[in-house]
């Protein structure tokens, strides 16, 4: 399975990255192919390093702006010229869509993914990894905009949220195409 992962391009603690590396570890000894923004910064770069180390593939969509970012040890490596267009290449890829922890870029991704699926424009699996808690706010957000009508489908047939990558992967398999 082609696994498209959102997450930080940032350097952050072990808080954020030992779940990753979990992730990391999982993805790679399924045999699945990491499909991510092509970075060798901050999570990205320790996400692709703890896939590669556990046997996984890596499938890197890049932007030209940051090409000099771009992880050298990828199996596969797309340079876009310009975000949505590596947005689009991101959802395209992947079986399945993980959301690991991140910034503004993140949300945005997370973002046009659901609006992109609460449309029927895709029906892969989504499943955000809320590490620590970090993505409460978002949930509660959502839940509230399902509750007071605001999606045309149920939340939970647009999302997943998961405490744990175990859960992440129970969630994914559970979704998989026989």
Known sequence: MNITVFCS?????????APAAE??????EAGHTLV?????AGLMGELADGVKAAGG???GISVEFLRH???EGADELVTMPD?????????????????????IGTLDEITEVLELKKHGLHDKPVVVLDTEGF???L??????MDAEGFLPRPLAELVAFARTPAEVFAHLSAHQPQ
Do not use: C, I, M
């Open 9 to 17: 391009a940032n350097s952050l603690d072990d808080t954020y990255t």
């Open 23 to 28: 992730f990391a570890r999982l993805l790679g």
């Open 36 to 40: 991510w923004g092509g970075s060798h």
């Open 57 to 59: 593939r890596l499938v």
């Open 69 to 71: 970012k771009a992880y």
């Open 83 to 103: 975000l949505p267009t590596r947005k689009a290449e991101l959802l395209a890829h992947g079986d399945a869509l993980v959301v690991l922890v991140g910034g």
């Open 135 to 137: 993505y409460t706010g």
């Open 139 to 144: 949930r509660l957000q959502l839940e509230r």
